[in-house]
Structure formats: C-alpha cells, structure tokens
C-alpha cells in the first residue's frame, strides 16, 4: 500500500492505495465520488470514464499510480457553485438519459470533445462518443444535448 495525493475536481485528497488498484475503485470505495460508475469493469461500455488532465479515460483500467501526477475530473466536478455545466444543462434539457447509468460517462466525454472540438459536426460527435454504451438507446437524445451544448442546433428529427 502506497500513500498518494490525487488532484480531483481542484482539490488535493490523500488516500492510500495498492499502486494497482484502478482509480475507479478509489473513486468509489475510498474517496465516495460514485457518480463515476462500474459498468463492465473491462474498459468497453466508457461508464466508468473520468477526464485525466482533461482527456476522456476508463477509470476501470488506469491504475491509480498513473493518475497520482495528474488532475482527475469526475462528474462530482463539473458543476460551479451550484450551476450545472453546459454539457450537464443540456443534457437535462434533452433529457438524454433514461436509467442514467451511462450518463456521467456521457457527460464527460461530450465536455472534453467540446474543450478539443467546440463546434462539432454531428458525425465529429458520434465518431467522438463511439464507445460510450448506453443500454437505454437514448443516443438521439445525447447527440442532441452534444449539440445543444455547442451552440449547434440540433436537426429535425434529431431526438
């Protein structure tokens, strides 16, 4: 077990750790942030996704050791001072859940596709989302709140 200092949402937290227990594990069962989800635990429905110094990772596969020097961004910190974020907003607005056990994955992954890409064309969004599962098949919904995020108007027929 190793002592680390992890920079989550702007904050240092210390939480001690074997080096490779999986940063989702620490999130959820040492440090309580669970809007990070366990979805597959194999890195391939993205529920689980956290931005690592701003990049969209699976917190399922990325050891805790290779996060330590990094700033983690779970769902938990994208909100300010009370005030949802436009990706958060929009997907409240386009109702782009059902279950909602995908949506902090989905969230996260549109914020750093829109901190890259800020006017995505609708096949940038779908090609960028690729590997988010949702299980509910709200992907009209989410491809609309993406795009309502960006200032883009959604087309008809869209949700």
């Given at each position: 077990m190793e002592t680390y200092v992890l920079t989550i949402n702007g904050t240092n937290l210390h939480v001690t750790a074997s080096p490779d227990e999986s940063l989702l594990s620490v999130l959820r069962d040492r440090l309580d942030l669970t809007g990070t989800?366990?979805?597959?635990g194999e890195g391939q429905c993205a529920a689980c996704t956290v931005l690592l110094d701003g990049k969209p990772i699976h917190s399922?596969?990325?050891?805790?050791?290779?996060?330590?020097?990094?700033?983690?961004?779970?769902?938990?910190?994208?909100?300010t001072n009370g005030t949802l974020s436009p990706v958060q907003q929009a997907f409240v607005e386009e109702g782009?859940?059902?279950c909602g056990y995908c949506t902090s994955g989905m969230v996260l992954r549109a914020t750093a596709l829109l901190r890259e890409t800020p006017h995505p064309t609708e096949?940038?969004?779908?090609?960028?989302?690729?590997?988010?599962?949702?299980?509910?098949?709200?992907?009209p919904r989410i491809l609309a709140a993406v795009q309502r995020a960006s200032g883009s108007p959604a087309k008809a027929g869209g949700q």
């Open positions: 989800k366990y979805g597959c399922c596969l990325t050891p805790v050791s290779a996060a330590a020097t990094k700033n983690i961004t779970t769902i938990e910190g994208l909100e782009a859940f059902q096949d940038q969004i779908v090609t960028y989302m690729n590997g988010n599962i949702c299980r509910c098949g709200v992907y």
